[in-house]
């Protein structure tokens, strides 16, 4: 299937029914260990990942795939998340671009 932006899910529309849980109390749970955290956050991240690296790879397949590793490398590091230094949106931002470099 072709797109020519980011596609929308039926996560997009099913946030709006509960409210979300704070991305950096997700992110300290991936780091003790929750895949259920993980799991969440892709839910409520995935979106907008994609949409950045669709601007870098504009081929979909090729942004999806990379977007899941945003993801995976964001369980690897989740320890190394500082809230200090940043939201976690910009955290896995800054994990997308450098899939790019």
Do not use: K, N
């Not at 969440?40 to 950045?52: P, S």
């Not at 955290?91 to 997308?96: C, F, R, Y």
């Amino acid at each position: 299937m072709e797109h020519d932006e980011p596609a929308r899910t039926d996560r997009t529309r099913s946030r709006a029914a509960s409210p979300a849980p704070d991305l950096a109390m997700l992110v300290a749970a991936m780091a003790d260990g929750s895949e259920a955290a993980l799991a969440q956050l892709f839910g409520q991240c995935f979106d907008r990942v994609y949409g950045i690296v669709f601007r870098i790879l504009p081929d979909p397949a090729d942004a999806e795939e990379v977007a899941v590793e945003v993801f995976h490398q964001a369980w690897r590091s989740a320890r190394a998340y500082d809230a200090s230094r940043g939201t976690v949106p910009g955290w896995l931002a800054s994990i997308a671009w450098s899939r790019h470099e």
